[in-house]
């Protein structure tokens, strides 16, 4: 649905390269989170897929269609929610979508249901008399997202769509976009706020400095053996850390014992049986455990691994420069 080859983005005469060399594949019906700081790259993508941008060198298309060579095409497809929110503040919710509604030409004998429909959507029905100025922030954010719905789009693009929203208006968005993601719809949402994209996301790529470094599954992206393990271990607190952490280093199995606030993660080599044993060890030596597993990994872990390892290579690359 989404292809990029090459995309790039300079400024001031080539001094500033926002996108350098991007290439990206995003399948029909994917939900995409694009990661990485400020800065990255990421909205400079989602502008130039939007046709809003023009690209200094490079290819996209999304259906097909040339996103400079055929705007008109492609701005049929999609969905475009930026990070930033104008209204028309003397509008009313509904108001304001039957003006998009109109700006899209949908029917005028269908609006009335489309309108009703999307509010309904993004929990606004309530709401549809009320003048967009007294909506909260949360709830211009999904008004946003229902007026980029408003012509229904195969393709969404949002960009950090839930920057500056409290927890509960964020959990409340997030359960939209899950709706959305049921309905088949292709999705590319970014935000710098990793955890928001953990459960919502197929496939993530990893930007930084203009550059994607790393794309694909989750699991795909995790570079370390199956048998390493990191387990979190929780003591009451009558129990003598020091003596624990000797005892589990005697382990041929633990790599480290390291303490982190009121619990000891531990990092293992083995398979289930082998963390059973641990287990096993610390009851037969009557330690009393309140909590003991394995630390599943996520977005930010993956992150935070893609971006080391490309340090590190960038490291060996320049040591190998210089010998």
């Known amino acids: 649905m989404i292809k990029i080859e090459g995309l790039r983005k300079e400024y001031k005469n080539g001094s500033l390269v926002a996108l350098d060399n991007l290439h990206l594949q995003i399948e029909q019906g994917t939900v995409f989170g694009f990661i990485g700081p400020n800065g990255a790259g990421k909205s400079t993508t989602m502008l130039i897929l939007a046709t809003l941008l023009t690209p200094t060198s490079g290819h996209a298309e999304i259906g097909g269609f040339h996103v400079v060579k055929q705007g008109d095409q492609v701005r049929r497809l999609i969905g475009y929610m930026p990070d930033f929110f104008g209204v028309y503040d003397n509008l009313t919710a509904y108001e304001y979508l039957e003006f998009y509604a109109s700006c899209y030409g949908v029917d005028k004998e269908i609006q009335q249901r489309v309108i009703t429909d999307l509010l309904e959507l993004v929990n606004l029905i309530d709401k549809r008399q009320q003048p967009v100025d007294g909506l909260s922030r949360g709830m211009k954010q999904r008004l946003g997202l229902a007026r980029s719905l408003v012509h229904d789009p195969a393709v969404l693009i949002l960009d950090e769509p839930a920057s500056g929203l409290d927890p509960r208006a964020r959990i409340e968005f997030r359960e939209v976009l899950k709706e959305l993601r049921s309905m088949g719809k292709t999705i590319m949402i970014s935000s710098h706020i990793l955890p928001e994209l953990a459960d919502l996301c197929d496939t993530i790529g990893v930007m930084e400095h203009g550059k994607l470094i790393a794309s694909g599954p989750v699991d795909q992206l995790i570079q370390k053996p199956k048998e390493e393990r990191l387990l979190e271990l929780r003591l009451l607190a009558d129990q003598q850390i020091e003596e624990v952490k000797e005892l589990l280093q005697a382990d041929p199995n633990v790599q480290s014992v390291e303490e982190d606030q009121e619990q000891?993660?531990?990092?293992?080599?083995?398979?289930?049986?082998?963390?059973?044993?641990?287990?096993?060890?610390?009851?037969?030596?009557e330690i009393k455990v309140v909590h003991f597993a394995e630390v599943s990994v996520n977005i930010e872990d993956v992150f935070l691994q893609v971006t080391e390892q490309r340090e590190e290579a960038n490291v060996n690359e320049h040591s190998n420069e210089t010998i």
């Not at 000891?264 to 030596?285: H, P, R, W, Y």
């Open 264 to 285: 000891l993660l531990i990092q293992m080599v083995g398979n289930e049986q082998q963390q059973a044993d641990i287990l096993m060890n610390l009851i037969t030596k």
